[in-house]
């Protein structure tokens, strides 16, 4: 049995949905464990570029085309999805972890009575044992769990495909070959009355303001700056940096910044240069989305604090006096550097 991975590919005003092409680079590094393949599958209507998603690594992209999928409706692309997955019986199906993502692959996993595993934040191929059972390669589905207080890793062993959801920027664009083309299938699937009952009449999309994930350099805030004089340093030294802000929880659930800035486990995860954490504790649930940040500097007036545990760079000190000092000390670099 040859073991393919089909991704879910998300199509968006602008293209594929990053967290698309994100698993198809995942899909790929997992295919070549298991000497399988991988497979693509879009949905929608006059798609193009289909063939590009090789580069990626997509070694066939299986296109379900119908005017009546131009816009996500959940029942006809759960019809879609589910038909494709019999017909091409994939062993491992992935989602973004995307609204539709979170609507469709419930629908498919329980119409298929497989197991589904929400909001992964790692993909591996293992072994797992029962006593004296072993199920080799197997999709191991890693995720925080209990609150964040665990990571667990979930396996569905008696049931194919193994079907996750993972976030979006949570796996690296990686492995990409500009070369490679991926060879485009055309599926057909018939709908009937009951599975277009909903009509859409209009659709809003609204813009992203602001996005963390492709910020190469961001400062996260905390509750140890959750006052108006710290956030407004916050945000002169972010200008003066070119740098985007993003926060904890409370401090987003306080208001003090938009929920789209929020970073985390229920938040963005973020993969940029070098983050500035500016009066953040350092829990799991936080670091869940700052672990791939090239460089962290951390400003903390508690020396024990745990994100000193992660910091290359650790700053013990009220944000009130090391926040002027930042800000006056890029002010005279950037005079030194425009001479
Ligand atoms: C299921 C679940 C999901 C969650 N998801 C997320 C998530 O996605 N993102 C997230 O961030 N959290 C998340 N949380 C919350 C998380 O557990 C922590 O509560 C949160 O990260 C703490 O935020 P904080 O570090 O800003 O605040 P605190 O833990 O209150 O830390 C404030 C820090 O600021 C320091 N400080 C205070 N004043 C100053 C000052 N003047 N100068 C310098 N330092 C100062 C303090 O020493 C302290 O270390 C989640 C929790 C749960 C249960």
Redesign the pocket.
């Known amino acids: 049995m040859q073991k393919n991975i089909m991704v879910f590919l998300e199509n968006t005003k602008n293209g594929f949905a990053d967290v698309s092409l994100e698993l198809l680079c995942k899909a790929k590094s997992l295919a070549e464990i298991l000497g399988s393949k991988v497979i693509g599958l879009a949905v929608g209507h006059n798609l193009t570029g289909l063939e590009k998603l090789g580069v990626y690594g997509a070694d066939k992209v299986v296109y379900i085309e119908d005017e009546e999928l131009k816009l996500y409706r959940s029942l006809p692309y759960s019809k879609a999805v589910i038909s494709a997955i019999k017909f091409y019986k994939p062993y491992i199906v992935l989602f973004g972890a995307t609204h539709v993502g979170r609507d469709l692959a419930p629908r498919v996993a329980s119409n298929l009575r497989v197991g589904l595993t929400a909001d992964c934040t790692e993909l591996k191929i293992g072994e797992y044992k029962v006593g004296d059972k072993i199920y080799k390669d197997q999709l191991l589905q890693i995720r ?1 769990a209990w ?2 207080n665990i990571i667990a890793t979930i396996v569905s062993p008696e049931s194919i495909p193994s079907m996750a959801t993972v976030r979006e920027g949570v796996m690296a664009i990686e492995g990409v070959d500009e070369k490679r083309v991926a060879e485009v299938e055309r599926f057909q699937v018939q709908f009937s009355a009951s599975d277009l009952v909903t009509e859409i009449i209009e659709q809003y999309e609204e813009e992203k303001k602001v996005d963390l994930k492709k910020a190469r350099i961001i400062i996260g ?6 006052n108006e004089t ?1 956030m407004e340093m916050i945000f002169e030294l972010a200008s003066l940096i070119k740098a985007e802000v993003g ?6 659930d306080a208001g003090f910044l938009s929920r789209d800035r ?6 963005v995860t973020v993969r940029p240069n070098l983050y500035i954490a ?9 670091l ?2 700052i672990m791939d940040a090239k460089r962290i500097i951390a ?4 020396k024990d ?3 000193f545990q992660v910091a290359h760079y650790k700053i013990v ?4 006096d ?1 926040l002027p000092i930042m800000i006056q000390g890029y002010k005279e670099a950037l005079k030194y550097t425009e001479k």
């Open positions: 925080p609150g964040g805030a905390g509750m140890g700056a959750a710290t926060g904890s929880r409370p401090l987003v929020q970073i985390g486990q229920t938040g500016c009066g953040i504790s350092g829990q799991i649930q936080h869940a989305g400003i903390n007036k508690d604090a745990p994100i000190g009220d944000l009130m090391v």
